[in-house]
């Protein structure tokens, strides 16, 4: 199953909220009571995302975080590459292969094609789109309220 992990995920809601008003700096208890998620878990979140460049921070009565690029500069692939690594499906998808029968294998290549066209699909995922800024995304949720409450 290909699965991301609850840090990973973590990070994208804090990321989406930092989103919302990319320009000021929040703080990591605001973060925290945004998102409900644990204040450890944002603070260990967060200080990987300053360690990778995604957020910068500051000190003082107005510091806090904010993103260090615009949302839609920021893919999914560039978020699972901090928390995950790169997308690897299979061992010879990665860039460090140690497969023993990759030589002889007939899977392989059409494995790491998969593998390629999965990244393509994250590598056109913005933060934006994460967050719900994106046009077309609002048009999907209002949609799909309307679905919900009867009005198509």
Not at 28 to 41: D, I, K, M, N, Y
Not at 100 to 111: A, D, L
Not at 133 to 141: I, M
């Amino acid at each position: 199953m290909l699965r991301i992990s609850k840090l990973t995920d973590y990070a994208t809601v804090v990321l989406a909220s930092l989103a919302q008003d990319a320009a000021s700096h929040h703080a990591a208890t605001e973060l925290a009571e945004r998102t409900r998620l644990s204040a450890p878990t944002v603070s260990k979140v967060l200080k990987e995302l300053q360690r990778a460049g995604m957020v910068v921070s500051s000190r003082g009565s107005h510091g806090g975080y904010r993103l260090a690029r615009h949302p839609e500069q920021i893919t999914a692939a560039q978020i699972l590459d901090i928390f995950e690594g790169p997308i690897a499906i299979t061992e010879c998808s990665g860039a460090m292969s140690r497969c023993g029968i990759e030589h002889s294998c007939r899977v392989g290549s059409v494995w790491q094609r998969v593998n390629a066209a999965i990244r393509r699909a994250l590598e056109e995922v913005t933060l934006r789109q994460l967050a719900g800024l994106d046009s077309a995304a609002l048009r999907v949720a209002d949609l799909a309220s309307d679905m919900r409450l009867g009005r198509t």
